[in-house]
């Protein structure tokens, strides 16, 4: 900088964009975007933003393409000539990359339960007393009756069981998974029929079964009708009646909004018929879904999908996670992103330090970078 020689001038493209891919916060991205009328095309120009969010969400590189709301498609089309067509797409896609990462990191700051309903068990005992519907509710009773699924009796340990949850939106993040195995109260010793570990998958509907899937049998197994995406390692339970949590190692991308939860093994018989059993009275999956500013459609059996996206909608659910969140004083730019929004950023509204520099995109871009 001493010298004042811009390396994204000198320097061969390839060579520029695999150093600017070093960028792992996504405030560094934006403050690149804010050197130049050069940087800022450049930027744009070479997909950084989308980069940056494919590395931390793999998922998304089967993204075949990006929506947006017909009247926001029809203002562009009335504003725009055949000659900038590609850049405004670039554009777009940008803001939309960048978008969808602010929104999966900051509002997912503020967790809460992503369950929507119960969808099937691989077995159930008794049906419909110890459907997967009871590990809904948050406690072990209700109505004065004990609330709980329990898998068929079976005489292997080690013989698995799934349950499969739809959650609250096609395109959730989550983070956290609990399960609390349950405690028969009513049986001598009060034995809790926990599994030995879990497993747990993210995924969406095969295409030949989306519009099937409300009518499968709560009672019967229904892993064959799914694709899943992703696949955790497996954890430990241990035999005690508690919500036990398990913490993803980082944030994963949901989507197609289904969740199955995998038991593995099983540790306690029952008297009666001295088979083994798994019961399970309460299921909990933590994180934040994107919808309504983001949604999904899945496209073919590979899993490609379209990705639609609402700005308006988008802007609003900032604003009102900043209005929930009770803010302490801002003293970083660091802070400033995580809580202002890297969406502020993009846009302009907020570049603590940083003189806001408004590109005409119809400038000359040679304009060599001015050291700071």
């Excluded at 939860?261 to 001295?274: F, P």
């Excluded at 934040?288 to 899993?303: M, Q």
């Amino acid at each position: 900088m001493e010298t004042g020689i811009d390396f994204v001038q000198s320097l061969q493209s390839d060579m520029s964009v695999n150093i600017l891919a070093c960028l792992n916060d996504p405030a560094d991205v934006v403050h690149a975007g804010s050197v130049s009328r050069l940087w800022h095309h450049f930027v744009i120009t070479n997909g950084l933003s989308k980069q940056l969010c494919l590395r931390r969400f793999p998922q998304l590189s089967r993204i075949a393409r990006i929506t947006e709301p017909d009247w926001i498609t029809t203002e562009e089309a009335n504003g725009i000539g055949s000659n900038n067509t590609s850049w405004d797409i670039l554009k777009r896609d940008h803001n939309v990359y960048a978008s969808l990462l602010q929104a999966i990191t900051t509002l997912n700051s503020s967790q809460s339960e992503c369950i929507g309903y119960a969808v099937s068990a691989s077995s159930t005992d008794r049906f419909p007393s110890e459907s997967i519907v009871n590990t809904l509710t948050t406690r072990d009773r209700y109505l004065n009756r004990p609330s709980y699924w329990s898998s068929k009796g079976h005489a292997d340990p080690d013989a698995s069981e799934t349950l499969i949850y739809k959650l609250k939106a096609d395109l959730c993040v989550i983070t956290e998974i609990n399960v609390q195995p349950f405690e028969a109260y009513f049986q001598t010793g009060e034995p809790i029929y926990s599994a030995k570990s879990v497993r747990f998958r993210l995924g969406h509907p095969k295409i030949s079964y989306e519009n099937d899937i409300l009518q499968v049998p709560q009672e019967l197994p229904a892993d064959d009708k799914f694709i899943w995406t992703y696949t955790s390692e497996v954890y430990p339970m241990v035999q005690e009646n508690r919500l036990q949590q398990f913490k993803l190692p980082e944030p994963v991308l949901c989507i197609g909004g289904y969740l199955q939860i995998e038991l593995l093994g099983r540790v306690q018989r029952q008297q009666g018929d001295d088979l083994f059993y798994i019961c399970v009275c309460h299921v909990k999956a933590l994180g934040r879904p994107l919808c309504p500013a983001f949604d999904i459609e899945i496209l073919d059996p590979s899993g490609k999908f379209m990705l639609r996206y609402n700005p308006e909608v988008f802007r609003w659910m900032l604003q009102s996670f900043s209005e929930d969140s009770n803010m302490s004083p801002v003293s970083s730019e660091e802070e400033v992103v995580e809580h202002v929004g890297l969406m502020g950023f993009l846009v302009g509204d907020y570049h603590p330090g940083i003189e806001v520099m408004e590109w005409d995109d119809d400038d000359e871009m040679d304009d060599p970078v001015q050291p700071y």
